[in-house]
């Protein structure tokens, strides 16, 4: 051993430790070396979670961010909708307001023009240049002072309700009228909350312009929106037809517009007999024996399962639909059954769809229809020219069915195209008529989806009240430029000097007496008339008592008829009646009731009322203008009446095609031009202006060219027909609103002497005596010569003539609608 060195005992040599001591020197190395790398690592895993921290915390933060931004979005969004929902109803409050305020003003002016609407707005209007307004008590509430003007009657409605109030500063002082005419009003809120959204309203008259705008401003604590919209203030009749008596629709005629009459609301007025308010007769029957009976048993279905008054049948309907298979079957594809399938039933020969009446306009098709009724062929086929109602009649509107000698569903066919509304309730009726309404109203009624075929017990607003009494002024415009022109006698001998002819009743050639009404099956009078013919008159005023006869005349300008007011004297219609006592063909002539006298209130007695009245007659004459007369006191249709007869024509508008097609069209068109433009746009507005007067158009016998029906005499009617009662018969057009006068009450006028209310009626077609027109011929007669062709089609842009007492009507127009007052 060597020295310095010692060795345990049984130990390890001095080698083996420094061996050992190296391994464990290069262990620790390692194990350092291994610590060092393991913090190492565990510092990146440091920093990455710490940058994954940020990550996320930003995140997290962004998102509140996000989420704050969205829920303040949420909520202004929230604010806005709600504002801009207050602001519609808003909208629709105040035009609603506008809308019942304004029917409360029956004005006599019948253009509302810019002019007239913001007087009207104001209360500033004056009657003697607009004539005079009556204004109607509120409707709901009552009122200190009555309002003076619409923008009164709007605040007064405001004022009375129950929920605005003052919100912002200011509003403690509405509601207030500013001298521009702006009409502010308090604000209301949309809910009963105390921090519920609001809006509020203000009513500004449009400068030059018939229409209110209404401002709506909605408003959600900070959030405002505004809305808009425009209101005209207009006067419109909403009917074809409007009566106090009753109406009688005949076979052949199509109504296109809605039907009103007030008869059988008075005591008397219904009963079992012929005292219907309606009496409207199918275009389908008379066409051939097995057609009225199978016509017959669908109106037995009609009465028993119709549930909504319109004459058709809905096959898949659970009511409706009983018992319609398999007789009754839906041939043009409407979805309905009506008479016009069980027509193509009897006669589309071929199972095509249609009816083929006109070989040539169908493209030589065979003809299943001719000979059969071609008139209402003719009518159905031409009603409606403008298929498209792109306002140009042309080829495209034949592709639609117009004049394609075809009748098919393209005719769209109806017999009222509207609503029919009756003042008497509907069980009134039919308990004093002995069955439903359907039994005497037939023929199919095609309204808008959301109106009901027929409306019962209406009030005075809803079908306004018309009598003659409120017409004692309405013809004045007429009787002014008649005036103006030279006297009757003077344009008849410058007439005769021109080549024309006067026959008075002691001239040789003179016929003799003529019965009244000409053609009647019962006439009640006689007349030995002054004739005169092949007469152009211009502006004419016809005086009292003429009771003539215009045969080939011309009547340019307006025509006014004189006759006595006062003539309320229950003996005014028959002092001086004569009738035929030979029994034979000739006249054996005596007075009708003898030592009958007519009292007047100024000249007394009266023998012979007919030299206070006139009853005339134009035979094949031509009117450009308007006819017009004094309004009697009473209806008198022995004395006072207007008979149109034979070809004769009524045109005002020189543009106007059917008078351009005319053989002599040019020179109309040239008389009519050298009318003032003035007088042509009154003209315009109605044909006739004869209130409490009777007014036959169309002669007792229908005339027809059959040869040619486009050729058939046709007697246009434009504008509004004012008339006591009217008679509409042969072949005619009316294209606006008639308006009948007359209401019979028993015991009054001509029902003084045990006269019947039912037997006054507006007869539009043909109808006998046994139906309730004592006047007319009957049609089951074998003389009886085919039952015309007659369209009344209701004219909504008609402008009205002055002194038609009628409420004004407040219209939103949807195209103004804006978002903002602009």
Not at 237 to 266: C, F, H, Q, W
Not at 455 to 480: N, W
Not at 731 to 749: E, N, R, W, Y
């Amino acid at each position: 051993m060597k020295e310095g060195i010692r060795h345990r005992p049984g130990g390890f040599s001095s080698e083996r430790v420094s061996g050992i001591r190296i391994r464990r020197s290069s262990i620790m190395k390692q194990s350092r070396s291994t610590q060092v790398t393991t913090r190492n690592r565990r510092g990146v895993a440091s920093v990455l979670a710490m940058m994954f921290l940020v990550i996320f915390g930003s995140l997290a933060a962004a998102m509140a961010v996000v989420a704050s931004g969205n829920l303040r979005t949420a909520d202004v969004s929230l604010r806005v909708s709600r504002a801009t929902s207050a602001a519609e109803t808003g909208l629709v409050y105040g035009t609603w307001v506008l809308e019942r305020e304004a029917r409360r003003f029956v004005v006599m002016k019948g253009e509302i023009d810019a002019e007239f609407a913001t007087d009207l707005w104001n209360g500033s209007w004056n009657v003697g240049e607009q004539g005079s307004v009556e204004i109607l008590d509120p409707e709901g509430y009552v009122v200190d002072s009555p309002a003076a003007s619409i923008a009164e009657a709007v605040r007064d409605a405001h004022l009375a309700g129950d929920h605005s109030e003052v919100i912002e500063l200011g509003d403690a002082g509405l509601p207030d009228i500013a001298e521009d005419g702006t009409l502010d009003v308090r604000p209301i809120r949309v809910s009963p909350d105390a921090n519920a959204a609001w809006f509020r309203l203000r009513y500004e008259p449009i400068p030059e312009r018939n229409a209110i705008r209404v401002i709506s401003e909605g408003v959600d604590r900070e959030v405002r929106r505004t809305l808009s919209i425009e209101v005209a203030l207009d006067k419109r009749i909403d009917y074809a037809i409007v009566s106090p008596n009753r109406l009688m629709i005949g076979k052949n005629v199509m109504i296109i517009g809605p039907l009103g009459t007030r008869y059988g609301e008075n005591a008397g007025e219904l009963n079992g007999g012929n005292g219907d308010p309606l009496d409207m007769r199918s275009d389908i029957r008379w066409l051939s024996a097995d057609l009225d009976d199978a016509l017959d048993r669908f109106e037995e279905l009609v009465v028993a399962n119709d549930v909504d008054d319109d004459g058709r049948l809905r096959p898949g309907h659970p009511v409706e639909g009983d018992d319609l298979e398999p007789d009754f079957v839906d041939l043009d594809g409407d979805e309905f059954v009506d008479e016009f399938d069980l027509f193509l039933d009897a006669f589309d020969l071929d199972e095509s769809g249609g009816v083929v009446y006109d070989t040539e306009l169908s493209g030589g098709a065979t003809s299943e229809f001719e000979g059969v009724d071609d008139q209402f062929a003719h009518l159905l086929d031409n009603a409606m020219p403008d298929r498209n109602e792109d306002g140009v009649i042309d080829d495209d509107d034949t592709a639609l069915g117009y004049r394609d000698g075809i009748l098919d569903s393209w005719d769209r066919y109806a017999k009222v195209q509207g609503r029919l509304a009756f003042a008497v309730e509907r069980a009134s009726w039919e308990e004093e008529h002995g069955g439903s309404v359907r039994t005497v109203v037939r023929g199919s009624v095609r309204t808008d989806v959301d109106e009901a075929a027929m409306s019962f017990g209406l009030d005075d607003e809803s079908l306004r009240v018309v009598t003659t009494d409120m017409f004692a002024d309405s013809a004045g415009y007429f009787l002014e430029v008649a005036d103006a022109g030279d006297d009757f006698e003077q344009q008849v001998l410058a007439g005769v000097a021109a080549g024309g002819a006067a026959i008075l009743p002691d001239d040789p050639e003179h016929p003799g007496y003529e019965t009244t009404p000409l053609g009647s099956s019962n006439p009640y009078d006689l007349y030995l008339r002054p004739i005169y013919r092949g007469i152009t008159f211009e502006n004419v005023m016809i005086p009292v008592g003429t009771n003539a006869l215009f045969e080939d005349c011309t009547f340019v300008g307006v025509t006014y008829v004189r006759s006595e007011a006062l003539c309320t004297d229950p003996n005014w219609n028959y002092a001086g009646a004569l009738e035929d006592a030979d029994p034979d063909e000739g006249f054996l002539i005596r007075t009708r009731f003898e030592g009958l006298i007519a009292n007047h209130p100024v000249l007394g007695e009266v023998p012979d009322s007919k030299l206070l009245s006139n009853n005339l007659r134009f035979e094949d004459c031509t009117f450009l203008g308007s006819i017009a007369g004094d309004t009697p006191g009473e209806y008198t249709h022995w004395r006072n009446k207007i008979q149109v007869t034979g070809t004769s024509r009524f045109f005002s508008d020189p543009t106007d095609e059917d008078l351009l097609a005319q053989p002599d069209g040019e020179q109309l068109q040239g008389l009519l031009e050298d009318l003032p433009d003035e007088q042509l746009v009154e003209m315009q507005k109605s044909s006739i202006m004869m209130p409490g007067w009777s007014v036959d158009v169309g002669s007792f016998t229908n005339e027809v060219d059959a040869g040619d029906l486009d050729a058939t005499p046709r007697a246009d009617l434009r504008g509004v027909i004012v008339a006591g009662i009217l008679d509409v018969r042969g072949t005619a057009l009316v294209k606006g609103t008639l308006l009948m006068t007359f209401q019979p009450i028993p015991g009054q006028g001509p029902l003084y002497y045990d006269g019947q209310a039912d037997a006054f009626n507006t007869t539009i077609g043909y109808f006998g005596p046994d139906d309730g027109d004592g006047e007319g011929s009957d049609p089951l007669d074998p003389s009886f010569t085919g039952f015309g062709e007659i369209v009344l089609e209701y004219d909504p842009d008609v402008v009205l003539p002055d002194g038609i007492p009628w409420p004004i009507v407040a219209e939103p127009v949807a195209a103004s609608y804006r978002e903002g007052i602009r």
